[in-house]
Structures are given as C-alpha cells and as structure tokens.
C-alpha cells in the first residue's frame, strides 16, 4: 500500500473558478477526513467519512464547500467559486473504523492551492 | 480561546542539547492527546497517543508525558534529522462521538549540527 494520496498536489487558480481535490485512502481504512492547513496555523478539521456517509461537518466547511466519498473508497473535496481566503493547504486522512489504530490518523502529502 | 497552545513557537537547539515542548489543551473530557511530526510540504505523521494523566510513550530519541492540563514532548541528544514541526491535538469527548482533531499551532524545531 502507497498510503493516502492526494492529486493535484498543486493548483493555481483564478478567484472565482471551481476546484476539485481528489483523496484515495489506505484501502483497509473506512475513515476519511478532510482537513484544511494555513502557513504557520495547524490543520483544521473540515469534514469526516464513514464509508461513504458524511458523519460530521465543521462550521468552516461554508457552502462553497461539497465533499463527497460516492463507494466509500476514494473522496474529493470541491470548493465552487474559490476566494483568496481559501488558499491553503488541503490535507486528507484516512483510519480503520475500529481497533488500536481507529484513532490514528495517517495523512497524505496534501494539496496546495493558491487563489489568484 | 485556544483549546490547544504549543509552545514555543520554535526552537533551536544545538545537536546533542536536550530539550521539552510543551502542549496545553483546555478541553471538557479528553478522549486523547496525539503528537505529530510535520516537514516542510508534507502531511503530518503520527509519533504517539496519550489517553489518561500520567501515561508515558517513548520512540527513539522522543519521549511523550501527559498530565491533567499539559503534555510534554521530551527530545534526548536531538540529530539534525529531528528538525521539524511537532504538532499536538486533543480529541475531545461529545455527545455526537466526534472524531475531530483540535490541533495546536505547533513547534518548529532546528537541530543545528
């Protein structure tokens, strides 16, 4: 297994534009999240997976925001009319549902976007 | 108010020169306190998970403590190769069963040869 992956690793957009972030988890883990990390800020927490039910959203997940995980296997994050506040950096993580390592998450590299 | 604070923000130490980061969370019930290591362009990677005060972890040169309000991350006789952002988080209880991450700011640390 080549853990989580992330694609696009980088995206320049135009403010305005829609972008679209894909996630493959580790295929044995039923929990995927989503979290959002700004320079010199730890990441956080936008939305959570089980299998392919959304769980948990947080309040900075605005409707601009539509995650989506369709066969519970891999998600993508979009964000619809992109704004320079979002600029970040967007990290996904995925872990079993259950036993020793149900809390521990492994990440992926993260996707980088700069809003123009 | 910050649920979690790290401090310090960086560090530098001198390769061989121990040293402590400290986390402290305010949170109403812990459901467990994790340390991360993050490099430059890279996810975070987990080191340890601390659940009740007292508890200990240990990996390699990193030991990991927890008290009531505060964990420490302790480095013994740092390598250059330890330079990295330490980043802590809280798992907090909720009547949902949340499996949030709060996390801390973080602490850049340079080990200098």
């Known amino acids: 297994d080549t853990g989580v992956s992330q694609d696009p690793r980088h995206k320049i957009t135009k403010r305005g534009q829609n972008v679209t972030f894909r996630c493959d988890p580790i295929s044995e883990h039923n929990r995927l999240y989503w979290y959002r990390q700004t320079l010199g800020q730890g990441p956080e927490f936008l939305t959570y997976?089980?299998?392919?039910?959304?769980?948990?959203k947080s309040r900075l997940l605005s409707d601009r925001f539509s995650a989506e995980r369709p066969k519970g296997s891999f998600s993508t994050l979009e964000i619809q009319r992109t704004e320079q506040g979002d600029s970040a950096m967007y990290l996904c993580?995925?872990?079993?549902?259950?036993?020793?390592?149900?809390?521990?998450?492994?990440f992926g590299a993260g996707s980088r976007l700069t809003v123009l | 108010e910050d649920q979690v604070t790290q401090s310090p923000e960086a560090l530098r130490l001198q390769e061989g020169e121990s040293s402590s980061l400290n986390c402290s969370y305010t949170v109403s019930g812990l459901r467990g306190l994790f340390w991360y290591r993050q490099d430059p362009g890279k996810g975070p990677e987990f080191l340890f998970t601390?659940?009740?005060a007292g508890e200990e972890k240990e990996k390699e040169r990193l030991k990991a403590t927890l008290t009531k309000k505060e964990s420490f991350l302790h480095i013994t006789a740092p390598k250059p190769e330890d330079s990295a952002t330490y980043l802590c988080a809280v798992r907090e209880h909720s009547g949902a069963g949340s499996y949030q991450l709060t996390f801390g700011k973080g602490t850049k640390l340079s080990v200098i040869p």
């Open positions: 601390l659940y009740s």
């Open positions: 993580a995925s872990s079993p549902a259950s036993g020793a390592g149900a809390n521990v998450l492994t």
């Open positions: 997976f089980q299998n392919e039910a959304q769980l948990e």
